[in-house]
């Protein structure tokens, strides 16, 4: 099959490539950055340098392609604090509608997020939503499948700094968690890290790998159920491909933490978080 990537190199982007390479398809992999040429030509793929505000270009990369992964890239809320997220996923998801029609692909995989059936009650997650329903005015003999993973392993970076006891927390507030947390003796004996975040008390956090993504989309193909939900307590069992008859065993670590509910509701908690896989393949 030749398929076509978005997304560059990326934390999903770059594994899916690899993968759909070994099994023999035709990749070729859109960046808006020259210099990932040679990055991704190692792997096997070909390269398509453009940006995805540039319909034209969509529309001709993707014409004659069986398959296309699309995706929206990060927004830029630092370059624009007053960003309308919606606004922008409904803007940079009609572009690639447009060059879906303009070029006649019949499959899209979309990597959308948990909490994309609805736009209330998921916050900025709600501009997901938005995207699945730009996607949904594709015509009905475009198959479209939505990813909706949750938070990604890596994220759990942002926490670097506060965990060595820095950032924020070397102010008064921090001051004040450290103190709340480890008491005045602790406080005395230099301890620092926290995880602080605004999860409830009582709330369980779940986590995927990007890689695990990947791997469930280059499985998709025809013979796909329509609905399938993964929703598995590691160690498990998870297809290396949804269309071959291949399984992998995952294995856990538990991740301690200690993580607060903030601004409105302080409440600390000193949880054994066990990650697990949940990803919902529409």
Known sequence: MKIIITGSLGHISKPLAKELVQKGHSVTVISSNPHKQNDIEAIGAT???????DISFLAKTFTGADAV???????K??????????EEARRLTGNYVAAIQQSGVKKVVHLSSIGAHTDKGNGLLAFHFVAEQVMKQLPADVTVTFMRPVGFYYNL?????????????KGFVGL??????????GLLQGKRGLIVSNYGAEDKMP????IDIAAAISG????????????????FVFPT??????FTVYSYIPIRGFIYAIPWKLAIIDPFIYPFLYLEVF
């Open 47 to 53: 390269v398509a340098i453009g940006s995805i505000e």
């Open 69 to 75: 992964y699309t995706m929206l890239p990060p927004f």
């Open 77 to 86: 809320f630092q370059e624009n604090p007053n960003l309308d997220a919606r």
């Open 157 to 169: 970076y942002q926490f670097m700094d506060i965990v060595k006891g820095e950032g924020f927390l």
């Open 176 to 185: 004040f968690l450290t103190l709340r947390h480890y008491g005045l003796t």
């Open 207 to 210: 986590w995927v790998s990007p």
């Open 220 to 235: 998709k193909g025809n013979g796909i159920r329509p609905f399938c939900l993964y929703r598995l307590s590691m160690p």
């Open 241 to 246: 491909s949804l269309l071959e008859n291949k």
